[in-house]
């Protein structure tokens, strides 16, 4: 594969690929690096690429690992500059204490959803049970903890910035504007 390859490729996806790290950095120029960094990968492993048709799905693969170890090396700045052990933490010690503040963001829904959401997804009750408590139909208990689920995500992130690896676990957090959250 040549130099004209990668210049295709620049031309057909370096658009996209900015545009899919703004959405995640929310920093126009953070994202031009990440791209950068994005190409440079591909450069090194060009040669391994086996089937020109795929090199779409194979880009954005390695532009979600680019974006992943940008997190990880973020999260180490920041643990190295408040004294914490940086690789030394167990892997999910930042889910627990996320799900530590979840507590009171539950406590913060409306009363239709709070209770809802807080036997489905604090104590783990089944919907049945959890619309024979409140004494309503199984499909309202479903829907009232999505609903709930989807005002408790909402407050969230409207609280603190969460950065996620691909397998759902929480790689950093920045505040916002709340006292919902340590930071």
Known sequence: ?????????????SGRLGG?????VRDPQLADDLVQETFLRIRKGLGGLRAQ????????????NTLVDHYRRERRAVELRAGAPGPSEPPGTL?????????EFVDA???????????AEVEGRPREEIAARLG????????????????????????CALDFDRRGNVLGYRKRACDGCES
Do not use: H
């Not at 048709?53 to 979600?64: K, N």
């Open 20 to 24: 899919f790290f703004r959405k995640q």
């Open 136 to 159: 309503i139909t199984v499909a309202n208990a479903k829907a009232r903890v999505q609903r709930g689920r989807k005002l408790l995500q909402k407050k969230v992130l409207d609280c």
């Open 53 to 64: 048709d795929r090199v779409g799905p194979w880009l954005f693969r390695t532009a979600r």
């Open 95 to 103: 889910n627990r204490v996320v799900g530590s503040w979840l507590l």
């Open 1 to 13: 594969m040549s130099d004209d390859f990668l210049a295709r490729l620049w031309r057909e996806f």
């Open 109 to 119: 829904l409306p009363e239709t959803y709070r209770e809802a959401v807080r036997l």
